[in-house]
């Protein structure tokens, strides 16, 4: 399977959005991913790739001294940069990370495997991990109402009718080669993240879906969307 293309994110729109616009699921999951640790043990140093316009990078700042977003697009960082000052921010793409050999005792990618050969990106982490450091790779589907199962289900469809899914976002994150690079498997689940928002809040969190900003793209008026 091909990754997915990147250049969706070259968008000014898309990354204000990204800065503003999503609800927080990266705290809740990273909550779950180090619940292990003690009260205000933190590491040395957290990688996140994919880093966007950091909100998923600023879910790492309580459990780790040093915290560094990676991601390709300068729109995206102008926005982290501003948003999250308490990490840094670098340009750079997962095949070749730009920080030296056993740096990291945390790499995350949210949601950013997608868009590059998976294992040139495996190859590169198992290289920034240092001995006994943890990657935690994690995904979403789009966000949707939960009060009525059978309404959600037929607004899924409706939302996917409307706005197809692009090309190349069905990677099976359980199913990452990751021995193959060194890399021992520890847990792979699935769940749900409920997480109370308005109405129009969710209608702004849908305007950022990529699909949605493909279709702006393609010359749908943003007030047609809506």
């Known amino acids: 399977?091909?990754?997915?293309?990147?250049?969706?994110?070259?968008?000014?729109?898309?990354?204000?959005?990204?800065?503003?616009?999503?609800?927080?699921?990266?705290?809740?999951?990273?909550?779950?991913?180090?619940?292990?640790?003690?009260?205000?043990?933190?590491?040395?140093?957290?990688?996140?790739?994919?880093?966007?316009?950091?909100?998923?990078?600023?879910?790492?700042?309580?459990?780790?001294?040093?915290?560094?977003?990676?991601?390709?697009?300068?729109?995206?960082?102008?926005?982290?940069?501003?948003?999250?000052?308490?990490?840094?921010?670098?340009?750079?793409?997962a095949r070749a990370l730009p920080v030296a050999s056993g740096s990291c005792d945390i790499v995350t990618a949210a949601g950013s495997l997608n868009y590059t050969d998976v294992d040139e990106a495996l190859a590169e982490v198992a290289r920034v991990l240092r001995d006994g450091g943890h990657f935690a790779a994690y995904d979403f589907s789009t966000g949707r109402p939960l009060a009525d199962p059978t309404t959600?289900?037929?607004?899924?469809?409706?939302?996917?009718?409307?706005?197809?899914?692009?090309?190349?976002?069905?990677?099976?994150?359980?199913?990452?080669?990751?021995?193959?690079?060194?890399?021992?498997?520890l847990a792979h689940e699935r769940f749900t993240v409920e997480i109370p928002m308005t109405l129009e809040a969710y209608l702004h969190y849908l305007l950022g879906e990529t699909n949605v900003e493909s279709a702006i793209v393609g010359g749908l008026a943003e007030g047609e969307v809506r």
């Open 152 to 185: 959600s289900a037929d607004g899924d469809r409706g939302f996917e009718r409307a706005f197809p899914p692009l090309p190349g976002y069905a990677l099976d994150l359980g199913r990452l080669p990751c021995r193959e690079h060194g890399l021992t498997p």
């Open 1 to 93: 399977m091909s990754p997915a293309d990147p250049t969706i994110y070259d968008s000014e729109r898309l990354a204000a959005c990204y800065a503003a616009d999503r609800p927080p699921v990266h705290a809740v999951i990273c909550a779950r991913l180090f619940a292990h640790r003690g009260a205000g043990e933190r590491s040395s140093r957290a990688l996140d790739i994919g880093c966007g316009a950091g909100v998923s990078t600023r879910a790492l700042l309580p459990y780790a001294t040093q915290v560094l977003g990676l991601d390709p697009q300068a729109r995206m960082l102008r926005h982290a940069r501003t948003g999250v000052p308490a990490a840094a921010f670098v340009r750079g793409v």
